[in-house]
Every structure is written in C-alpha cells, then in structure tokens.
C-alpha cells in the first residue's frame, strides 16, 4: 500500500470566521481522532490534500502526518476516516483522519471490479447487474488491496456471484455476509409497446351567430305584425 507525506499545523481558533479566512488561502481543516486520546484539530493545504489522493491507492492512502505545534514532536501514521465536499463546486472542505498503527489490523472499504466479459451477455444478449461495489476488509493497513477483482467470463443468464467467491489476498479478511450476491446476469429487460387507437374523429362545436340588437327588435316588431294582422282577419270572419 502507497504512503504519502502530508504537513499540517495545529489548528488553535476553531471559529467559523478563522475557518472561512483560511479557505480563502487554500487552507482546510481537519481532525485528526486516535482512540483513547484527545482528537487534534489542524489545517492542510487543500492542494497537498488532493495530491495525496491521486495515488493508485485513492482513498485508502496510508498517510505520514507531520504536524507543526504538535506536542509528541512526531509523524502520525493516519488512513482518511472521511472527507467532505462542497455540494456545488465538489471541493474538499474538510479531512477526518484516524491514526493507526502499522502493525495492527484495521477495518476499511475496498473497491470491488469485474474481469472479462460474461457469456451471457456476449452471446444471449443478457445484462450484468454490479449489486454491491464496495467490500468491508480487516487487515494490516500495509496490506490493503487496492481493488478486490471477480472473473465474470463464465457466467450465463442466471448465474450470480456471491462474497463468498471473492478470492482475496494473503492477511485480507473479508467482513461480509459471504451468502450476499455482489454480481448477476439477468434476461434483458422486455418493453412491450402498446398499441395506440387511432384519434377519434373531433367533433367541432356548432357555433351559433349572436344576433345584433338591431335585428332581435326587427324580428318581434315582424311578429307583432304579423299577430296583429290575425286578429283583424278574424274580426272580418
């Protein structure tokens, strides 16, 4: 496993505005917890940060802390316990670290991949389905892997995976449930399309003409008329 050396310094004020003026310098914060001690509170340059991390090694990085103003005037073997990023831009704003000791085992998430390409899906036009990308580890922090592989060349629509196939390093001890399936092949999914009736034929509304004013009153006058001539009619009658 990589190491990597990082400097840092004490962090004495713990305010949000100390904090905000030295994010401005391209300074972080961070903590940095050892069991059964006091945590220590420190800055990092965010670049030194982000350099650490592009090892091969990523997030499982064994890091060789020296810390200006620290008392054991000593470096500190750490493993990043967490970091946080900024929601928008995706920086780093802040480092947990914990501090271990090289010859004690400890517990870490590796990163589980595939090798090859199923038979199922090259042949019979399956699909693979990753249901678990992270493994839970215990072992030397030297000895952590960077990456647990599984050989899927074999596998045909149906066919799964489970923990208990990874074949892992020599001091890696796996911590998961080993009946849990980490890999499938599956049938490929069937949409069926239906069929839509053609539109029905739109009916448009009778549109009824208003009539003007003008025209309503010649029509009763009309009418009046014409009953009025009915009657004298009758009277000769």
Not at 22 to 33: D, E
Request: glycine share 8%; hydrophobic share 35%; with cysteine.
């Amino acid at each position: 496993m990589e190491q990597v050396k990082l400097a840092g310094k004490v962090r004495k004020e713990t305010g949000k505005a100390e904090i905000g003026r030295q994010r401005l310098k391209g300074i972080i914060p961070a903590i940095v917890y050892r069991k059964g001690e006091k945590s220590m509170p420190l800055f990092l340059d965010i670049k030194a940060m982000d350099k650490a991390l592009h090892t091969s090694a990523g997030e499982n990085v064994i890091i060789n802390l020296k810390i200006d103003g620290d008392e054991k005037k000593k470096d500190r073997t750490c493993i990043i316990k967490e970091i946080q990023h900024n929601p928008l831009s995706g920086g780093i704003i802040h480092v947990d670290f914990n501090e271990i000791s090289l010859t004690e085992t400890i517990k870490v998430d590796v990163p589980l991949a595939t090798k090859g390409e199923p038979v199922g899906v090259k042949q019979d036009g399956g699909v693979l389905e990753h249901l678990l990308w992270e493994i839970q580890v215990e072992c030397l922090p030297t000895e952590i892997p960077q990456k647990l592989e599984v050989d899927v060349a074999n596998l045909k629509i149906g066919d799964a995976l489970f923990i208990k196939d990874i074949i892992t390093p020599k001091g890696v001890k796996i911590l998961n449930d080993p009946e849990v399936r980490i890999i499938a092949v599956e049938k490929p999914v069937e949409i069926k399309v239906e069929e839509v009736a053609p539109e029905a034929a739109i009916t448009e509304p009778e549109v009824t003409k208003q009539k003007k004013p003008e025209e309503i009153a010649a029509e009763e006058a009309e009418a009046k008329g014409e009953k009025g001539k009915e009657k004298e009619k009758e009277k000769k009658e």
